[in-house]
């Protein structure tokens, strides 16, 4: 018997109850409400028949999940303990082969064996797995049975179903939430455990404050003393994403949402800003290529007319632009957002005492709104240093310290996505420098999304 | 003090005069063909009904109902015999010299003194620090919160009480040296003993500045104002004497509207 069938005839078997028991809850009811006490049935039929069909789902499906996880050891071990399997050779990885082959032909996915060994197996393997998959079925049918059969037996008018079944439901969506936290603290471990084994390799110190970087001389076998110094790809990551970036987007940014919130009039507005908003859609690649094959190489043509030496046609200055025009969308919304939370009787107040609308706007609703804006900004911020689209394509890999924008800098994203790609062995500190890089921008930009949070909130609680 | 007979002896000495005044909000007629002079030396109070028109009408005055745009005024109001609808009138100088008040107290999130000299700066009245100074202090004793803020001026406008607040926008309003202050309910958010400060204040402002106010407390309008208008669905109804509105109202509406009939 399949998967599929198997979870479709649970399912069968669930509605099955569902019906079952609130056609017996809805008896109960009419009986209930036509004796003197009216009114005594707990919970709505619906609500048995809902915790009958759950006791009759979950413990199968339970069963289930874990049995096709343990299926597979106990199949392989009741194939070792037939006689054919005796004149297995005893090293591990020959029996490994051999077994997996067995169980490749006795699931149709391979058609004949390379090795008579595996042939022989065939037959055991087939016998084990049809023997223990046809027990697992028998046993989820029966743990059906049994739930349903045990809910089924509570149906009561004074039985609270209800909740029972409000009780599960809060656990499944608990389950759900913590399912998210849960991934996430598990990409963290694992982002820490890859860094230590790095730091075990090379000192942290070096790596942080360290200014040479060239992994492949450390992979080419000349040691991992001095080629992992990180300060080039943290100096580009912020001349790019903070510095360059930030330049394009924080005026252009606040000048918009200055723009669309005191001047714009409403039909401006409402074609106007979700276009704004649609950059903010737009795939990052898109904005790689843009960056790699239009701005790169005008600003290298300009930065050669204007005779700019270190010119390169990979450069923060293109890289930098693009991302501030990409970053725009999330400046503008932000300062939007906060500009509209100032209270409309704050530009009363300002109107009224005679002030024009630019001195409202810059004495009254910029200051007040500022906070705001700041926390927009460094969630920009934040974004922008974890891009990696655009400066993989258009920012160059050259490990430069320059202050230079028509030069070629690297990043932080763009080393681990050149440290990871290609054949590489995970053991080495050059793949698993990566791993440290990450960690470092994984902390920088948590704390500037938690400080940014921390700032955006403490602003709203003001007028509120 | 004088009593409310003596006080409406003092002579009609208008400031700005309205006439036949239509506000639209879109098609939607908000005041119809009003009429009516606001004196120099008097306190007028609006009352009316809430949506009566009373706080549009007065937002036409200093012209902030430009600020909505879908609202339109038709006919002529003047100030100082000057159309304020007049395109050569340049709307920044008409609200230096007509201030306003608003319902709830609208300290903007800066310093008291900040707070007070942000007129000032704006229509550059002053340029040295002395001279703002003696500016801060002038209007805040005007707006009798002096002696209550002089040794903490650098705090924050918006920590101070809710009627210390509306104190400070009424000095605020001041400190630009208006012809008119217009007072939208200012009252309206704050407690009995706040509000009695307010009234006091008025009196006090009485004569130097032409004050308009609207108010849906009647008490209120008797103490305060030597001219009442009442409004009604959008047209005056009636206006005179304060002490005449309330003992002898001429009009059925006035007087049922100040029994309590309704409203």
């Given amino acids: 018997m399949t998967g599929p069938a198997i979870l479709l005839l649970l399912l069968g078997l669930g509605v099955a109850a569902w019906v079952s028991a609130r056609a017996r809850a809805t008896r109960l009811q009419t009986a209930a409400n036509a004796g003197p006490a009216r009114g005594a049935m707990h919970s709505l039929p619906s609500y048995h028949g809902w915790y009958v069909a759950l006791w009759t789902l979950v413990p199968a499906l339970l069963f289930l999940a874990v049995w096709t996880n343990v299926m597979p050891g106990l199949v392989t071990e009741s194939v070792l303990a037939d006689p054919a399997a005796q004149s297995l050779p005893s090293d591990s990885f020959g029996r490994g082969a051999i077994l997996s082959e067995a169980r490749n032909i006795a699931s149709g ?75 996430t603290v598990g990409i963290v471990a694992s982002l820490l455990w890859e860094s230590l084994r790095f730091f075990s390799m090379v000192n942290p110190f070096e790596f942080l404050f360290g200014t040479k970087w060239s992994p492949q001389s450390a992979a080419m076998g000349f040691g991992n003393e001095g080629a992992f110094g990180a300060v080039p790809l943290f100096w580009g990551t912020i001349f790019i994403g903070a510095i360059i970036a930030m330049v394009v987007a924080i005026p252009l940014g606040l000048m918009s949402a200055i723009y669309l919130t005191q001047y714009a009039r409403p039909n401006t507005r409402k074609w106007m800003k979700p276009i704004l908003e649609v950059l903010a859609g737009v795939p990052t690649v898109v904005y790689g290529y843009f960056a790699a094959l239009t701005i790169a190489p005008a600003l290298r043509d300009f930065a050669v007319a204007v005779g700019i030496s270190g010119a390169s046609s990979e450069s923060a200055l293109a890289a930098g632009l693009v991302m501030g025009v990409m970053i725009i969308p999330f400046v503008s919304s932000m300062a939007d957002d906060s500009i509209a939370a100032v209270p409309q009787a704050m530009r009363d107040g300002s109107l009224a005492m005679g002030a024009t609308t630019s001195e409202t706007i810059k004495r009254v609703l910029i200051p007040a709104a500022l906070p705001g804006v700041v926390g927009g900004v460094l969630l920009a911020v934040s974004r922008a240093i974890g891009e990696t689209m655009i400066v993989v394509m258009a ?23 050149q440290l990871l790609t290609g054949d590489q062995e995970f053991d080495s500190a050059k793949t698993l420098a990566a791993f440290a890089l990450g960690l470092v921008l994984f902390i920088v930009t948590l704390l500037l999304n938690i400080v940014a949070l921390r700032v955006v909130k403490k602003y709203r609680e003001a007028y509120e | 003090m004088l009593t409310e007979e003596q006080q409406a002896l003092k002579p009609n000495n208008p400031k700005m005069t309205a006439r036949d005044v239509n506000v639209f909000y879109g098609a939607k007629q908000a005041i119809n063909k009003v009429s009516i002079d606001v004196d120099m030396d008097n306190v007028t109070a609006f009352i009316g009904p809430s949506g009566c028109g009373k706080s549009t009408f007065l937002r036409t005055l200093n012209r902030m109902n430009d600020t909505v745009a879908s609202a339109r005024v038709e006919g002529e109001i003047t100030l100082d015999g000057e159309n304020i609808y007049a395109p050569s009138m340049d709307v920044v100088q008409l609200r230096a010299r007509v201030g306003m008040v608003f319902q709830k107290p609208n300290p903007f999130p800066k310093s008291i003194y900040e707070n007070i000299a942000y007129g000032p700066r704006i229509h550059g009245l002053a340029s040295a620090k002395a001279d703002m100074d003696v500016i801060v202090e002038k209007s805040l004793r005007r707006a009798g919160l002096w002696e209550e803020v002089k040794d903490r001026l650098n705090e924050s406008g918006t920590a101070l009480s809710g009627g210390q607040q509306q104190r400070l926008c009424i000095g605020r309003a001041i400190a630009v040296e208006p012809e008119v202050i217009l007072m939208d309910e200012p009252c309206s958010a704050l407690d009995p003993i706040a509000t009695a400060k307010i009234e006091e204040l008025i009196h006090e402002l009485r004569g130097r500045y032409a004050i308009v106010i609207v108010t849906h407390n009647m008490q209120q309008a008797a103490r305060v104002s030597q001219r009442t208008a009442f409004f009604h669905l959008g047209t005056l109804v009636e206006y005179g004497v304060t002490s005449d509105i309330f003992t002898n109202p001429k009009a059925d509406r006035t007087r049922d509207y100040i029994t309590g009939r309704y409203g």
């Fill in chain 1, 109 to 183: 996915k391979q058609a004949m064996a390379f090795n008579p060994a595996a042939q022989a197996l065939v037959e055991p393997y087939r016998a084990a797995t049809s023997k223990f998959g046809t027990g697992g079925v028998v046993l989820a049918l029966i743990l059906a049975f049994a739930g349903g059969a045990f809910a089924f037996t509570r149906i009561r008018p004074d039985f609270r179903a209800r909740t029972r079944v409000e009780r599960l439901v809060m656990a499944l969506l608990l389950g759900a939430s913590l399912l998210a936290i849960v991934t």
């Fill in chain 1, 395 to 417: 920012a160059g890999l050259a490990a430069n310290m320059t202050l230079n924008p028509f030069s070629s800098v690297t990043t932080v994203t763009t080393q681990i996505v």
